[in-house]
């Protein structure tokens, strides 16, 4: 196990009564001195707030971008991908439970600087780092110093997330990031309170703030649960929100959940669920709608908006045909497609493959 850092915090202020609030994300925890917050890895230390988790991670692993998911950012390349401990959300359904309920911290096994990081990124062929499995708002400091890092060598950034953060910490945090994928979790307010311990607001602002005042390619993924969020009416109003508010070309992912932490008597998701919510996005004028953690390969499709060709086909994580020129343009029609292209070489594939980056080591 690598110990524990105790790197300065940031995003706090001190409180009359001795104690210190927490301002990086809506919680607002305020802590006394040894308490840690609801995350678990942010605490109160010597009368200052203090990262637990800085330069510590559960893993390092070269993934498909299209894992995050992100199906329109240089699609088939690959992503060195990271995680901490720890979450500032309580979801019932967490399906990375054993790294963002980690209370013992034995998860973290790897440790490497900013600087490690983006350098393993480019020894290892990656076009990306990506901040994922618990959610990097938790670990801003290190993420904001390992993309400054990744910057610095021309590699470009991901963040993964609930978008659970406020206002001032996010202008900062997404101004360090080149593409993320935003949990959208349900879209009712008695959903995010009763099963993920938070509020839908807050994760809506992120989107609106993403959509109109960044650069930040952004996509979204909702994981329909049956019973939970998956009726008609919730998912049309969702996609609706997202035509009116968002834009028609943010891309948005359903996936399929799988029995898991405390809500294993729920049933994985049928396939037709996912089939019939993509159908409702795009009769509500999304132009990408995707399907995950099935095999659908029409639901894994990129198609264009104007000549309805698909421009890119996938099985899961797998590209079997591509038809975009370097700069995103549709290889049928011409038409541009949103997303950020490259030169598109051999794709990476389905491969997860883990690493060691830990000093020393």
Same mark, same amino acid.
């Given at each position: 196990?690598?110990p524990e850092?105790?790197?300065?915090?940031?995003?706090?202020?001190?409180?009359d009564?001795g104690?210190?609030?927490?301002?990086?994300?809506?919680?607002?925890?305020k802590?006394? =001195?040894?308490?840690?917050?609801?995350?678990?890895?942010?605490?109160?230390? @010597?009368? #200052?707030? %203090?990262?637990? +988790?800085? $330069?510590?991670?559960?893993?390092f692993?070269?993934?498909?971008?299209?894992?995050?998911?992100?199906n329109?950012?240089?699609?088939?390349s690959?992503?060195l991908?990271?995680?901490?401990?720890?979450?500032?959300?309580?979801?019932?359904?967490?399906?990375?439970?054993?790294?963002?309920?980690?209370?013992?911290?034995?998860?973290?096994?790897?440790?490497?600087?900013p600087?490690m990081?983006?350098?393993s990124?480019?020894?290892?062929?990656?076009?990306?780092?990506?901040?994922t499995?618990?959610?990097p708002?938790?670990?801003? =400091?290190?993420?904001?110093?390992?993309?400054?890092?990744?910057?610095?060598? @021309?590699? #470009?950034? %991901?963040?993964v +997330?609930? $978008?659970y953060?406020r206002?001032?910490?996010?202008?900062?945090?997404?101004?360090?990031?080149?593409a993320?994928?935003?949990?959208?979790?349900?879209?009712s307010?008695?959903?995010?309170?009763k099963?993920?311990?938070?509020?839908?607001?807050?994760?809506?602002?992120?989107?609106?703030y993403?959509?109109?005042?960044t650069?930040?390619?952004?996509?979204?993924?909702t994981?329909?649960?049956?019973?939970?969020n998956?009726?008609?009416a919730?998912?049309?109003?969702e996609c609706k929100?997202i035509?009116?508010?968002?834009?028609?070309?943010?891309?948005?992912?359903f996936?399929?959940?799988?029995?898991?932490?405390?809500?294993?008597? %729920?049933?994985? +998701?049928?396939?037709?669920?996912?089939k019939r919510a993509?159908?409702?996005?795009?009769?509500?004028?999304?132009?990408?709608?995707?399907?995950?953690?099935?095999h659908?390969e029409?639901?894994g499709?990129?198609?264009c908006?104007?000549?309805?060709?698909?421009?890119i086909?996938?099985d899961?994580?797998?590209?079997?045909?591509?038809?975009?020129?370097?700069?995103?343009?549709?290889?049928f029609?011409g038409?541009?497609?949103?997303?950020?292209?490259?030169?598109?070489?051999?794709?990476?594939?389905?491969?997860?493959?883990?690493?060691?980056?830990?000093?020393?080591?």
């Amino acid at each position: 196990m690598i110990p524990e850092s105790s790197h300065p915090g940031r995003w706090w202020h001190a409180l009359d009564d001795g104690r210190i609030q927490c301002d990086l994300c809506p919680r607002d925890c305020k802590l006394h =001195e040894g308490q840690r917050g609801a995350c678990f890895v942010r605490k109160m230390h @010597g009368g #200052k707030m %203090v990262l637990t +988790t800085y $330069g510590r991670s559960s893993g390092f692993c070269v993934d498909p971008i299209e894992k995050k998911p992100l199906n329109q950012f240089y699609p088939g390349s690959s992503v060195l991908s990271f995680g901490t401990a720890g979450c500032n959300l309580a979801c019932k359904f967490c399906q990375n439970w054993d790294i963002s309920k980690s209370r013992e911290m034995d998860t973290l096994m790897d440790q490497a600087t900013p600087r490690m990081i983006a350098d393993s990124a480019l020894r290892l062929g990656c076009r990306s780092v990506a901040f994922t499995y618990n959610d990097p708002v938790i670990f801003a =400091e290190y993420a904001l110093d390992v993309a400054d890092a990744c910057h610095a060598k @021309g590699v #470009k950034t %991901v963040a993964v +997330t609930a $978008g659970y953060i406020r206002p001032e910490p996010r202008r900062e945090f997404y101004s360090k990031m080149d593409a993320a994928n935003v949990d959208l979790k349900g879209f009712s307010e008695t959903f995010y309170f009763k099963l993920t311990g938070a509020h839908l607001q807050p994760v809506l602002d992120t989107l609106v703030y993403l959509a109109k005042e960044t650069d930040v390619w952004t996509e979204i993924t909702t994981l329909l649960i049956p019973g939970k969020n998956d009726c008609e009416a919730e998912i049309e109003a969702e996609c609706k929100w997202i035509a009116q508010n968002l834009g028609r070309d943010v891309p948005l992912h359903f996936t399929a959940f799988h029995p898991d932490w405390k809500m294993r008597d %729920v049933p994985a +998701t049928p396939a037709a669920t996912l089939k019939r919510a993509r159908e409702t996005a795009l009769r509500a004028g999304l132009r990408y709608v995707y399907t995950g953690n099935v095999h659908d390969e029409e639901g894994g499709a990129t198609c264009c908006p104007a000549c309805g060709e698909a421009v890119i086909v996938r099985d899961w994580y797998d590209i079997r045909a591509y038809h975009l020129t370097d700069e995103g343009a549709c290889g049928f029609c011409g038409h541009q497609l949103a997303g950020r292209y490259g030169k598109f070489g051999q794709p990476f594939g389905a491969r997860r493959i883990p690493v060691r980056l830990a000093l020393g080591a």
